[in-house]
Every structure is written in C-alpha cells, then in structure tokens.
C-alpha cells in the first residue's frame, strides 16, 4: 500500500497567498508573455476576431474586481486571449492598493469547462508544437500567480468547473459552489492529464479521493466540492446576487473579514446517499495501492455486483492507459512538492506529450471526444500491461531539445504563514 508522507502544515495547505513579487523581474516576465502573444491570435474558436477584452469582461466597485468569464458557447474554454487578459490584470490589481478583492466568475451555465484544448492541437497539427507548449506555459504562469497571490480570490463556481476552470479556482482563496455545480478532472478519457498544478490539490484531498477524483474522471456536485475542501463555501445560487452586492462593499484584503461575509450566506449541505464521497472507506482500500493496476484488481476483488465499483472500474479502462499511469506517478509525486515545482512537471509532461514521443493518445482523445464525437478512441498502447514504465519515467524529464526551455516561474514570497487555507 502506498503511504503518503507526513505533510508540513504550512506547506500542504491547498491555497496559499504570497506578497507582492519582485516587480521589475515579475513584469519583465509577462512582458514576454504578452509579446508572445500576439501570435496566438488562432487559438480562439469563437470564429471571428473576438477582442480579449470581450471574452473576460471587468466590473467592480472601487475595492472589488468581478472578473467575468465571457465565452458561455464554448462553456467559457479558455483561450490563449482570455489567459493573457487574466494574467493582465492579476498582474496590476496585486499593485493597486486600491484594489482589495477579485471575484471571479463565469457567465452563462458555465464557470469554465476547461482549457482550448481543440485549439491546441490544431497548431500541433499543423506543424508547430511550440505554440501549444506556449499555450500551456502562459496557463500554467497564470495558475501559480493566483495560487500564489497576495490579495483574496472569491471563485464562484456556478456551474461547470472541469479541467483549466479548476486552475483558475481552485488555486484561489475562496472557493463558493452551489446547487449547479458539476467539477470534474475528465482529462485521463482525453489522453492527457490532470494538469494546471490538479496534481498539488488533488493530493491534498482527504485520503486517496485525490487519486480517485484524477483517475476515473468523476464527476462532483456541490456538496462533494465542499465535504472534500475543493469549495470552501456552499451558496444558494438564489443568493449569489447578494453575495456579490455584499462583497463589492468590502474595503479590506483580509481573508477573515471576506471569509464572514461570505459565512453570512453559506448554508451547511448534506450529501446524497449515492455520493462518492460516502464510499471512502473503499476509495481508500483500493485508490491506495501502488499502480494502476494493482488499483483495479483491488476494485474487482471488492464487489462484481456493486453498481458503484463496477461503474468506477469501467472510467479507468475506458481511459488512455499512458494517461493512468502518468496521473497516478504526478499525484503521488506532488505530496512531496510546492505548487511551484507541481506546474514544473505539469509543463514538461506537455511538452513530451505534444511532441508525440511515445504516444498519440492526446491528440486521439481530443478527436474521439471533442471533434468527431464518436467516443471510441483507439489508444496506443491499448492496455496498461503494455505501457513500459521506462517509458513513463521519460515524460516526467526535461525534453531533449536545444531550443527548448523549462517552465520558469516568476519568483514571489510566500506570506504562507499569515494565510492559511480552510482547506
């Protein structure tokens, strides 16, 4: 049985904020972001010449932002436009003393289904790789600023929150779900993985969920958000409005004073009686042992006639065995590791896994379940027993390529200490 390590306290706690980083190396940093960015223009599916500016919209009174998502055809998929938007103005509203609180949210059925992941391999497709990698590297930088991030962050998960619509939630202060929220980490059916640092609070989870959550895809609703610590908070979706209202009054960055406001209109939930969340006694008999494979033979042994094991067992064989195995070694490595060093290994398993090496399972995924639709896709290898372990420990080194460079993180200080996660 796999046993993770002790956690430091401080350390393991799932959001944590820094102070302000060093300026003049942070805006340099970004300065490249932003030049590459005008290359990507392509990325988005909007089918036109959709400004950034209109796919995140910006509200607010004088101390709070409301950073609005805004592609709800595409469940507000985030675009190379809107990552740069984001990083815009996480970027100035962290030195803007005037500015005390973000809330984000996302408009339409949607907080954000994702990354535009269709997009990505579209360029790959057409020859250039490197402006997938790019796409992920601006992501992954935007990930650590608001995981890092010196003010509070009240997500608003009214909705769908899978994939990159974690990233940019999860890794925040406060995180609000509501009746309608369904969050998943569906990447593993893709042929990817639970990337945007999924490995750092997934392992952070109670017990083995985190392996579970990242292995069959499963879905979360509400209540499961909250019990597991992925949502600090559950809100009536009635009282969102007021929420907000009450919110925009509030004159003051301290976690405490924005946690009770949030507290006047936050409800205790109980979970269903079909709730994953019910079945972790099994979650952690079997989630906890040491491959993949092991993980399934322990899931059959427990119960043929079980709807819920049965049902758990066909997710994983359904999905990309090479996506198994690299979920699986990323979620048992990041309990040892910052989210820093998280988004490090998530960037070079991109890279590896956009060039194609050993296998073609991502771009597959994305044409079996996004494009074609016809939800039969061929992996290669087909099967866990013929995925070399070799194999997987490449994917988690540095590439072998002399233009290629490392994931280099902006450096910040962690006020970890001061603020602590409820997590």
């Known amino acids: 049985m796999y046993r993770p390590p002790v956690p430091d ?16 190396r942070f805006l340099h940093c970004l300065n490249k972001l932003l030049a590459f960015d005008q290359g990507m223009t392509s ?9 950034a500016t209109d796919q995140v919209l910006v509200e607010g009174s004088r101390f709070t932002r409301i950073l609005i998502l805004n592609r709800p055809r595409q469940l507000n998929a985030l675009s190379s436009q809107m990552i740069m938007k984001l990083l815009n103005v996480f970027v ?14 996302g408009n339409g059925r949607a907080f954000c289904a994702g990354g535009d992941v269709v997009a990505v391999v579209q360029s790959v497709t057409e020859g250039n790789w490197t402006m997938g990698a790019e796409y992920f590297r601006n992501e992954y930088t935007l990930n650590y600023i608001i995981a890092t991030y010196s003010k509070p962050q009240v997500s608003i998960l009214d909705g769908i929150v ?5 990233g940019v939630s999860v890794h925040g202060r406060f995180r609000i779900a509501t009746e309608k929220t369904v969050f998943a980490m569906p990447e593993t059916s893709l042929g990817l993985f639970p990337d945007v640092g999924a490995s750092y609070f997934l392992s952070r989870l109670p017990g083995y969920f985190g392996e579970y959550v990242g292995l069959t895809g499963t879905r979360l609703d509400g209540t499961e958000m909250l019990a597991s610590g992925l949502a600090t908070h559950f809100v009536s979706s009635t009282n969102l409005k007021k929420l907000e209202e009450s919110l925009s009054k509030v004159e003051t960055s301290d976690p405490f004073a924005i946690c009770a406001c949030i507290d006047q209109f936050s409800k205790a939930v109980s979970l269903k009686a079909t709730s994953s969340y019910n079945r972790m006694d099994v979650i952690d008999k079997c989630f ?21 094991i049965m049902s758990t067992i066909l997710s994983m064989k359904k999905a990309s065995p090479i996506s198994l195995k690299i979920t699986l070694r990323s979620i048992r490595e990041a309990r040892r590791q910052g989210v820093d060093k998280c988004l490090i290994n998530d ?3 991109c890279c590896h896994i956009l060039r194609q090496e050993a296998s073609k ?22 099967r866990l027993d013929q995925v070399d372990d070799k194999v997987v420990d490449r994917y988690f080194v540095e590439v072998r390529d002399a233009n290629w460079e490392d994931l ?14 409820r997590m």
């Not at 100035?92 to 949210?105: G, T």
């Not at 280099?408 to 996660?421: D, E, G, I, M």
Request: with cysteine; glycine share 6%; proline share 6%.
């Open 162 to 166: 899978m994939g990159g619509g974690a």
């Open 347 to 349: 960037y070079r398993l």
């Open 288 to 308: 906890s042992k040491e491959t993949v494979e092991a993980i399934i033979v322990s899931l059959e042994a427990e119960s043929v006639h079980d709807e819920w």
């Open 361 to 382: 399972d991502f771009f597959e995924g994305c044409r079996a379940i996004l494009v074609d639709k016809d939800k039969n896709p061929k992996w290669e290898p087909s």
């Open 43 to 51: 990325f988005s599916q909007d089918g036109g010449n959709e400004a």
């Open 408 to 421: 280099k993180l902006p450096a910040r200080h962690s006020l970890a200490a001061k603020y602590v996660s």
């Open 92 to 105: 100035a509203y962290e030195n803007d003393p005037d500015v005390k609180l973000l809330i984000v949210k």
């Open 9 to 24: 306290p401080i350390a393991s706690s799932l959001c944590f904020a820094s102070s302000s980083c060093r300026p003049n």
